[in-house]
């Protein structure tokens, strides 16, 4: 082939660099600059310079010490039961029977739906007086509940809809795993006398741990991300019981507007966001299937 | 069959049943809320069988808000997802073919945009939009969108041009294409299915985000999932029409799924996954 040049990569690459320049660096240089100040788009003041105060009050805000110990219940309760359904469910689907394709397809459906539509109407479900939920509740002769406004369950409420609408990705991600096993080595895990459980444990389930890895990285990055479902079914509350750093931090910034304490959480927030998605990006590699230079 | 074996078989059945109900409820539930008479909603037990009416969906479709919000929703999430794909495909195919120094670093970076947490981005995009005078317009929100869809666009495609073999591109470029010939006529073309998974992964985002629309738009430029968050108010939720809309806003994405259900596994884990 013939060799290429820098100039090459530069024509190819040029208007994704240049655009890039200007929807992520430029606000990233804003924000670092915003995090050195104290400026509350409220009131009427200059920004003022402070160092790294906005920085420090990370660590000591007793509020931050809150809203992390939420989103680390949060991330680990949606991660966590996602990808063990997921994988039982994987695991389940792979056995194979009639109808299987079409029920594939079908548990597509959770996870392109708007994040807050799944809020809106999980939100219906959960509903205390009219909801579906207390409906089934009371017929199976238990107490009603107060799903969202409940301290003890407005979490688990909002995880049960997270979990609703990304284990299907979990799954769909290990069966693809599960099929890509080499029918020759289950056949001589059979030969061997192997159960199909020994052969689920010793053989698939190694074999599917890189993708397993991706999936987990990928969606406790996206846990960490993103707030839309808390916003419209709990919106923090009760008493800051749902008050992930996500959401805490959107509060900060849009409805108390201390632009620079807001600035620099972010930053924090975003870098260890970044760690993460090293980690996944090395989780990527280690997908022996996967070559990205092609030949 | 022996009799464990047809036990197993039951017992498969009946968790693929409960899979089934679980995630197949809420949506039925939704769908039924928005065809339920107005009357029946309030009613507990819930009524289940009923003559369906198409008020809610009237209700709806007679608020200009909302026509405005589907027409909002569509430009953004279109014009992002072109933006994306012109700017970005080359950007795929250059990580995918050449070789230099700080690639690697460069593909992260642009991972990083898709990774980012939305308040992280969502700040600086305020603040330079209030100073610009761009709040509340469409173009900030196709801008902000771009951030996210160009990694989806260059991580997604650098995989599918990975799989077009080299001598493709060289066979061209010995017939007489240049380099960026080469890419447009032969190798686009041979990698159309992972345009199209790359397009609309990217239609699917932008529709469905919500953070960044509700910060920064108000009026002119709301899109659909503010439109339909602003439905819930503290004291009065017309649940029929939420229902409604919450059919409305995700008809189309769905049936985008069903259509590329082949890629969208590979498409959501960012080409990770096959």
Not at chain 1, 214 to 237: E, P, Q
Not at chain 2, 135 to 150: E, G
Not at chain 2, 168 to 179: Q, Y
């Amino acid at each position: 082939m013939p060799r290429l040049s820098l100039r090459d990569a530069l024509i190819f690459l040029a208007p994704a660099v240049s655009v890039m320049l200007l929807i992520t660096v430029s606000p990233f240089v804003y924000t670092l600059i915003l995090s050195f100040q104290d400026w509350n788009l409220a009131a009427f003041r200059d920004p003022r310079f402070v160092g790294l105060d906005n920085y420090l009050r990370f660590f000591t805000d007793p509020d931050i010490r809150q809203a992390l110990r939420v989103t680390a219940f949060y991330v680990t309760a949606c991660v966590g039961l996602e990808l063990v359904l997921g994988m039982a469910i994987a695991f389940l689907f792979d056995t194979g029977f009639k109808g299987e394709p079409v029920i594939r397809s079908l548990l597509l459906l959770p996870m392109v739906m708007s994040s807050v539509v799944v809020g809106l109407i999980w939100r219906w479900i959960f509903n205390a007086e009219l909801g579906v939920l207390n409906h089934f509740v009371v017929s199976l002769g238990l107490p009603p509940q107060t799903w969202l406004t409940d301290p003890n369950l407005a979490l688990a409420s909002v995880v049960l809809a997270d979990v609703w609408q990304w284990t299907p990705l979990v799954f769909l991600v290990c069966l693809a795993g599960l099929k890509a096993v080499p029918s020759e080595t289950l056949e001589s895990a059979r030969l061997d006398g192997a159960s199909w459980w020994q052969t689920q444990w010793y053989v698939c389930l190694p074999a599917i741990k890189p993708i397993i890895l991706t999936v987990l990285l990928l969606r406790t990055i996206d846990c960490l991300r993103f707030v839309d479902k808390i916003f419209v079914m709990t919106y923090g509350g009760p008493a800051g019981t749902t008050s992930v750093l996500g959401f805490h931090i959107y509060l900060m910034g849009f409805k108390f507007f201390q632009m620079g304490l807001t600035a620099a959480y972010a930053l924090i927030y975003m870098a260890l966001i970044i760690l993460l998605a090293r980690l996944l990006i090395r989780s990527f590699r280690l997908q022996a299937t996967r070559d990205w230079e092609g030949t | 069959m022996t009799p464990a074996a047809r036990l197993r078989s039951v017992l498969k059945y009946l968790a693929v049943a409960v899979i089934v109900l679980f995630f197949g409820f809420p949506i039925f539930w939704t769908v039924l809320t928005s065809i339920k008479p107005i009357g029946l909603i309030p009613q507990m037990p819930p009524a289940w069988i009923f003559e369906p009416t198409l008020d809610h969906y009237r209700a709806i479709f007679n608020q200009t808000a909302l026509l405005a919000s589907l027409w909002n929703s569509l430009v953004v999430a279109t014009a992002s997802t072109v933006l994306a794909l012109v700017v970005g495909t080359p950007a795929a195919y250059a990580l995918a073919r050449f070789h230099f120094r700080g690639k690697e670093e460069l593909a992260f970076y642009f991972l990083t945009a898709r990774m980012a947490p939305p308040m992280a981005v969502i700040l600086p995009f305020f603040l330079i939009a209030r100073e610009l005078g761009l709040l509340d317009t469409r173009l900030i929100l196709i801008l902000a969108y771009t951030t996210f869809n160009f990694a989806i666009v260059v991580w997604l495609l650098r995989g599918f041009f990975a799989e077009v073999p080299r001598e493709i591109d060289e066979a061209a470029l010995v017939d007489g294409c240049s380099r960026f010939g080469a890419f447009v006529r032969v190798v686009l073309p041979l990698t159309m299915p992972g345009l199209v998974a790359a397009a609309i992964i990217c239609f699917i985002f932008s529709w469905n985000e919500f953070l960044f629309a509700l910060i920064l738009t108000n009026i002119q430029a709301k899109t659909l999932p503010v439109m339909a968050a602003g439905f819930v108010t503290d004291r009065l939720v017309l649940w029929g029409n939420l229902c409604a809309a919450a059919v409305v806003i995700y008809v189309p994405v769905m049936v985008f799924a069903l259509l590329t259900r082949r890629h969208l596994i590979r498409g959501m884990t960012l080409g990770a996954v096959r």
